[in-house]
């Protein structure tokens, strides 16, 4: 009889956790056998999605600094921006681009 994979800090079976993604975060991540798609969600139910490589370790910082140090500086802290509506700040397009462009693992490769 096999021995029972060793039950996590929740309650689930490590073998389940590795399955979802999930930990005492919840979901962080995803993998494709083509990409991996990492997710942060804010208290207050904003989420904060990017695409990589499959190299590419866990963003969830990433993700952080992008909420905190860009869309709140130049989206939530804009007047001229709705919260309801879609983003149309160019700014915040720069400074996204410029940041993401900036990451170690950014690549400008086309396709």
């Known amino acids: 009889m096999a021995a029972a994979a060793p039950v996590g800090e929740n309650g689930k079976r490590d073998q389940e956790l590795l399955l979802c993604g999930c930990r005492k975060e919840g979901f962080l991540a995803f993998q494709t056998s083509k990409y991996k798609l990492h997710y942060y969600e804010t208290p207050s139910g904003l989420k904060v999605v ?3 490589d499959l190299g590419v ?3 969830r910082d990433v993700l952080h600094q992008i909420y905190s140090n860009i869309y709140v500086e130049f989206v939530v802290k804009n007047p001229l921006c709705s919260l309801s ?3 149309q700040s160019e700014l915040f397009r720069a400074k996204l ?3 993401v462009r900036g ?3 950014f690549s400008a ?3």
């Open 50 to 52: 990017m695409n990589t």
């Open 57 to 59: 370790a866990n963003v």
């Open 103 to 105: 990451l170690p693992f």
């Open 85 to 87: 509506e879609p983003i």
């Open 109 to 111: 490769r086309a396709g």
């Open 97 to 99: 681009d410029s940041f």
